[in-house]
């Protein structure tokens, strides 16, 4: 390898929480002009390990080196000085303020050093948007944006900084398929320029898409690097498990039951209308669209987040009230939505507390104690099935990666034991292994009895699982699918 073309060299980076070590050996070379992708399962330490390069955690040991010399930063400020800047998952926009504003917070370019020159910032921001072909106005209020715009916004602020390396965590959780091309053309750009960049995402086909070079890490060590055209997707996967992924086939064909839900003309103004469809016990519908279909409203509806302007919702033969999510849960609806806040997970409490929380009555004894063996034996048994990677069930969920959180909200909504299990992006920032678990409790889940209804932007995802497949376009369905004949370009057909 051509050192002079090194852009960052990191070693033996090790980090430690409470006496834990979570990152024994952080290794990266990264190149210039090169795309690498950071690879690892949930809780590999790839966060960790990118907070220590970007100044956000000390390290306790290992060496990082930025261009040949030994680099120590002490907050992204600094990082940033030095030439690194980072898209995070969690998104931190002002919404009062101009996407200008926004994208110029802090470094404002000012009339005779002192007033702010709005002409020019703004003229910055077209010009830095148009050249990125972010179709993003520099005049809109971030309040009114999407979050796949808000996204878009927090991508181009990053790459403003022309920094010699742009680390990206997940930046297509939040954004569809369209800007996720877009994404991948700026990405090219940056590349072409120069420039490398450090990508976090577990969606392979991104990975195969857009990366030159991988690292593998596995339980906080690293584990491999190499060329992704050396590599293929069945490989790549093993070197994050640790072992070849054990896909769990489709059961055979199943009998759906009973009609458990049903919308007629369900409507919300300028989101979706007159959808009508029905689940029936024992069966998983699938709802595919673009972003901006309406498919998440639709669902919030549904679960009684949103209000519907018109129709209703039945649910095992008799009327959900309107916008009454407790009643939902009381009937047996639990929702597993891609945003945890809204889940209702509180962060500061433990795991076992988050996954037993709605199941606190059947758990206590003579309705006041909790009986704390069986609530261990169902956190245990949850925390297995979905390999949840925790030192102990009693550390604050807020301590866990990203996708182990995920997986305590999956938990906790099948351990409440709901008829009907409405999930939006169930997996979103899940590893590969914990999918193919996510997907086998689901089977299990209609097997017995239960049913889903799934919105998934992934179309292999809503292929794995449903039986049904209703395609939503501008609000409105657009038609439907048996398993049987769906395939991803029908699919993305019917969509578009
Ligand atoms: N502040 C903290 N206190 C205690 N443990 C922590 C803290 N931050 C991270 N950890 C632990 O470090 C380990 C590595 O987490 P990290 O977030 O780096 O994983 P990751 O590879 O980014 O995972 P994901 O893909 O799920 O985002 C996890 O077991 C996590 O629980």
């Known amino acids: ?6 852009l960052l060299e990191a070693e033996g980076v090790t980090k430690s929480f409470n006496g834990v070590t979570v990152l024994h050996d952080g290794r990266l070379r990264l190149k210039s002009g090169t795309v690498h992708a950071l690879c690892g399962g949930n809780g590999a330490g790839k966060s960790t390990f990118l907070n220590i390069l970007m100044g956000l955690l000390p390290r306790d040991g290992g060496t990082i080196r930025v261009k040949g010399k030994d680099a120590h930063f002490d907050s992204a400020s600094e990082a940033l000085r030095h030439g690194i800047a980072i898209i995070t998952q969690e998104l931190s926009p002002v919404p009062e303020m101009t996407v200008a504003e926004n994208l110029y917070l802090g470094r404002e370019p000012r009339r005779a050093g002192v007033f702010v020159d709005f002409a020019r910032m703004r003229a910055d921001a077209a010009e830095l948007l148009e050249r990125l072909k972010f179709d993003v106005p520099p005049d809109a209020k971030m309040r009114d944006l999407s979050l796949a715009k808000v996204q878009l916004v927090e991508i181009a602020k990053a790459l403003s900084y022309e920094a010699d390396i742009v680390i990206m965590d997940e930046p297509t959780s939040a954004i569809g398929e369209n800007e996720t091309h877009v994404l991948f053309d700026a990405i090219r750009l940056v590349k072409a320029h120069g420039s490398a960049i450090i990508y976090v995402s577990h969606r392979l086909t991104e990975i195969f898409e857009i990366a030159d070079e991988y690292t593998v890490f596995r339980d906080g060590c690293w584990v491999e690097s190499g060329c992704i055209a050396d590599i293929d997707r069945k490989q790549l996967v093993t070197a994050i498990l640790g072992h070849e992924l054990t896909t769990r086939s489709a059961s055979a064909e199943r009998t759906a039951g009973e009609p458990m839900l049903r919308t007629v003309g369900l409507s919300q103004e300028g989101c979706f209308d007159e959808i009508s469809l029905q689940v029936r016990a024992g069966e998983v519908v699938g709802i595919y669209g673009l972003l901006g279909s309406g498919r998440t409203e639709f669902l919030e509806a549904v679960y009684g987040t949103r209000r519907p302007t018109s129709g209703h ?23 597993v939505s ?59 969920t807020e301590s866990l ?50 049913a889903v209804l799934l919105v998934s932007s992934e179309a292999p995802e809503i292929l794995e699982v449903s039986d049904r497949i209703v395609i939503f376009k501008n609000g409105r369905t657009k038609g439907e699918l048996p398993r049987s004949q769906a395939t991803q370009q029908v699919m993305l057909d019917m969509a578009a």
């Open 313 to 335: 919702v039945e649910f095992c033969g008799g009327a959900l009230p309107v916008s009454s999510p407790r009643e939902s849960i009381r009937r047996g609806i639990a929702m």
């Open 401 to 450: 990666s990203g996708g182990n959180q995920q997986k305590v909200v999956f938990a906790r909504c099948l351990s409440s034991r709901p008829k009907l299990l409405i999930c939006d992006e169930p997996t979103r920032g899940i590893d590969e292994g914990a999918k193919q678990e996510i997907y086998s409790l689901m089977r299990k889940f209609v097997a017995e009895g239960g």
């Open 1 to 6: 390898m051509n050192t002079a073309s090194l």
């Open 338 to 396: 891609e945003d945890r806040k809204q889940s209702g997970i509180i962060p500061a409490a433990s795991i076992r507390h988050n996954i037993s929380l709605s199941t606190l009555k059947p758990l206590s004894r003579f309705g006041v104690f909790i009986d704390r063996q069986r609530e261990s034996s169902l956190v245990s048994r949850m925390g297995k099935e979905l390999l949840i990677k925790a030192a102990s069930y009693n550390l604050a």
